[in-house]
């Protein structure tokens, strides 16, 4: 499992934020993030701002654990990072 992601409860969910360098970088990943989704048909909760981006990633139907294809979707979103990118909880 990542280190990037905190699982919260009621309701279960993985949370994360990126930290990026400049918006150029933000932009990347946000587009990288758009690929991901169409791709995968799965479509994250994402807020974002000039240099960081913001995630909730929850089951499609209520769950009392978050189902390990959430954690799969969050490792995918892992690889899209550059190695420069530091993630907060």
Avoid: Q
């Avoid at 309701?11 to 995968?40: C, G, I, W």
């Avoid at 994250?44 to 701002?49: L, T």
Wanted: negative net charge; proline residues 7%; charged residues 35%.
């Amino acid at each position: 499992m990542s280190d990037n992601w905190v699982t919260r409860k009621r309701p279960a969910r993985l949370e994360s934020r990126f930290e990026f360098s400049d918006y150029e970088d933000t932009r990347v990943f946000l587009d990288r993030a758009a690929e991901l989704a169409e791709s995968e048909g799965y479509y994250p909760d994402m807020s974002f701002g000039r240099t960081h981006v913001c995630i909730t990633l929850k089951p499609e139907e209520e769950t009392p654990e978050v189902p390990e294809g959430l954690w799969r979707y969050a490792r995918l979103v892992d690889e899209l990072l550059p190695a420069a990118v530091k993630t907060n909880k």
